[in-house]
């Protein structure tokens, strides 16, 4: 079992920035596949980025490339989600999730069904 927790959300206006932490505690002497998803309200959970659990592979949705970085620390079992620039399509709840199973490429990243284990989330919204 693998036990994930959010923080970081707020409320910020456009063209602001936040930083996300994803902290994984339990089975995690593994590095389980990480990523970051959000989901607004009256939406599906899209995929928002990830790394690979060894090596600095990243993987991002095409509507935060170039303004999100996402990046992790294996040794504090910490995934972390830098964003800047910051426009209102980007508010929703942001979770981190984790597989038990190795993800291969952005096809094996990005599918929701591929991750065991979520956490709460953190809330974002940017005000216009």
């Known amino acids: 079992q693998v036990h994930l927790v959010e923080s970081g959300g707020g409320l910020v206006q456009t063209g602001g920035s936040l930083t996300l932490s994803c902290v994984a505690s339990?089975?995690?002497?593994?590095?389980?596949?990480m990523g970051w998803f959000r989901q607004a309200p009256g939406k599906e959970r899209e995929f928002v980025a990830a790394q690979e659990s060894i090596g600095t592979t990243t993987y991002y949705t095409d509507s935060v490339k170039g303004r999100f970085t996402v990046s992790r620390d294996n040794a504090k079992n910490t995934m972390v989600l830098q964003m800047n620039n910051l426009k209102p399509e980007d508010t929703a709840l942001y979770l981190c999730a984790a597989s038990r199973y190795a993800l291969v490429g952005l096809t094996g990243v990005k599918r929701v069904d591929n991750y065991d284990y979520w956490g709460q989330g953190t809330q974002v919204t940017v005000s216009s």
């Open positions: 339990g089975r995690t002497y593994n590095n389980p596949e």
